[in-house]
Nanobody, 122 residues
Framework: QVQLVESGGGLVQGGGSLRLSCEAS????????VGWFRQAPGKEREFVAA????????YIADSVKGRFTISRDNVKNTAFLQMSSLKPEDTAQYYC???????????????WGQGTQVIVSS
């Protein structure tokens, strides 16, 4: 079992950057793929990015490709979502999740964090 805690959200002006962190408890972090999802008010949760257990494979949603990158540090038990050129439409609650597959589908992730809020002003 793994517990996930997101941090790094906040209020940022459009065009700015933020780096979200997802810190995992336990020594088994390296066996899990990590995904980032987001949910804006009144909208369904959507896939943002995913990274494989080793970090060798990454997947980025088309809506954020070229602006967001995902990475991980298995020594520090932490995954990151670097967000640049932020737009107001990126405003959402961002969640990290852990599972055995670096998937774009949220149902394939077993563990979820509580989320961190990102607000992008215009």
């Amino acid at each position: 079992q793994v517990q996930l805690v997101e941090s790094g959200g906040g209020l940022v002006q459009g065009g700015g950057s933020l780096r979200l962190s997802c810190e995992a408890s336990g020594r088994t972090f390296r066996i899990y793929a990590v995904g980032w999802f987001r949910q804006a008010p009144g909208k369904e949760r959507e896939f943002v990015a995913a990274i494989s257990q080793s970090g060798g494979s990454t997947y980025i949603a088309d809506s954020v490709k070229g602006r967001f990158t995902i990475s991980r540090d298995n020594v520090k038990n932490t995954a990151f979502l670097q967000m640049s050129s932020l737009k107001p439409e990126d405003t959402a609650q961002y969640y990290c999740a852990a599972g055995f597959t670096a998937a774009t589908t949220d149902s394939l992730y077993r563990y979820w964090g509580q989320g961190t809020q990102v607000i992008v002003s215009s």
